[in-house]
């Protein structure tokens, strides 16, 4: 989809208050928490967001890294004294967390939720979007592969898998289903169509593991979430990233969510209002490849050509059926380990 770069005059453009709207020392003493994965996620956020905040209201703002596991863990322990304001969350996690009264339900009267695509804000605010897709060896897969090239013969020993449970793994599993003519409800049809991709070369647990295998034609595939992977891509020019068609990539997307009864909510409002902008989620998009869920950024061709960026591309991938997947976690984590990896 050709769009036309607009990104200096838009950026800021949604609910973000206006230049002199506070006092440099409004908000002097003041800490707002942010808990949120690291590298360029949190450089990103740091530049476009945490900089501008501290600048304009002389609050601090202070990162907590890490995954969403250890977030959910603490926003959950502190419900009744919550000391953080601001959590990313995953897809599957922020509909809970709503549910359970952890976080704020996004505020349909704001212009950050009305300048997020329709039906994306679901428990918390949508960040980015992402799909799962397949890593390969250039040298050893020839063309980009689609999902049924995993399972070639030719290829047989050469596929890793990322470690489970894990939303590449859920994906996986998604994936195999469709293969076998089903869905994510049917797991037996997925786990035996998963036998087929035995022995697993290896599981991985960062890209820096996985893509040293593929560099050394001992991985010839493994699927994984772009962005991350598409950003790394530019240090090892013999991996190349698909996205199959048949089925398409699996959605993954990121949400930013409010804490509810945080010490900070004006402090966490503005974050919020900073984060999902214009500026920050082009940023996203050309410098990380996370798609934006702003209708208001404008990409170049080039940048659109590597991101899910349009409702119509959110609507042509595969979307699981995510409480159903969490609460077969626990089994299919049994299964995984039995059936595919045969420990």
Known sequence: MLKKLTTALLAGAIGVPAAGAFAADDYAGHTLVVGVWGGDIERLLRENVAGPIEEETGASVEFVLGGTGDRMARIYAEKDNPTMDVAFLNMYEA????????????????????????????????????????????????????????????????????????????????????????????????????????????????????????DAGEVAMAPMISGYVLSALKEHPDIGFSFPTDPGPVLVRDMLCLV???PEPELAKMFAEKALGVANQTD??????????????????EASADVIDTPEEVESLVQLDWPYVIEQRSDWTQRWNKELLEQ
């Not at 505020?107 to 994306?120: L, N, R, V």
């Not at 996203?284 to 061709?301: D, K, R």
């Open 95 to 214: 509909p809970q967390a709503l549910s359970d009264g952890i976080v704020l339900p996004p505020d349909p009267e704001t212009d950050m939720y009305k300048a997020i695509w329709d039906g994306m804000n679901n428990g918390c605010y949508a960040m980015s979007l992402v799909g799962l897709g397949i890593a390969y060896n250039k040298n050893i897969v020839s063309e980009a592969p689609e999902w049924e090239d995993m399972w070639d013969p030719e290829y047989s020993g050469m596929i890793a898998v990322a470690q489970y449970p894990g939303s590449e793994g859920d994906g996986l599993i998604g994936v195999a289903a469709r293969l076998a003519g089903a869905d994510e409800h049917d797991p037996d049809a997925a786990f035996e169509k998963l036998q087929g991709l035995k022995p697993i070369a290896m599981t991985y647990t960062n890209l820096d593991e996985i893509f040293a295998m593929m």
């Open 260 to 262: 509810k009864d945080s």
């Open 284 to 301: 996203y998009a050309e410098q990380i490849f996370f798609g934006p869920t702003n209708s208001m950024v404008e990409l170049s061709e």
